[in-house]
């Protein structure tokens, strides 16, 4: 089993910045990959950015260029920096990890999920 614990979310104006961390536990050697999904209200799950044990990542066409997503082993976390944060960015932010990288960062996601931390930002 893996355990994954979300941190960094907030209340942000448009504009500003924001990192969230992501700290995992457990059977980590079983990863292969990570990933940032979101949900907003109303609205389906959808994935954010995604990184494997090598390095390749893949983001959504609407944070390229704003977000960054970055891993260090060393501290077995993951982040994701947000920047020029847009209010269409609001939604609670899961953690993901998993065995099989396509899934985990081309979607549905793997099998190890976060409790979520949410992000509003403000118009």
């Known amino acids: 089993q893996v355990q994954l614990v979300e941190s960094g979310g907030g209340l942000v104006q448009a504009g500003g910045s924001l990192r969230l961390s992501c700290r995992a536990s457990g059977n980590i050697f079983s990863i292969n990959a990570m990933a940032w999904y979101r949900q907003a209200p109303g609205k389906q799950r959808e994935l954010v950015a995604g990184?494997?044990?090598?390095?390749?990542?893949n983001y959504r066409d609407s944070v390229k260029g704003r977000f960054t997503i970055s891993r260090d082993n060393a501290k077995n976390t993951l982040y994701l920096q947000m920047n020029s944060l847009k209010p269409e960015d609001t939604a609670v932010y899961y953690c993901n990890a998993g065995r099989l990288r396509a899934i985990v960062v081309a979607g549905p996601g793997g099998d190890y999920w976060g409790q979520g931390t949410q992000v509003t930002v403000s118009s």
């Open positions: 990184i494997t044990t090598g390095g390749i990542t």
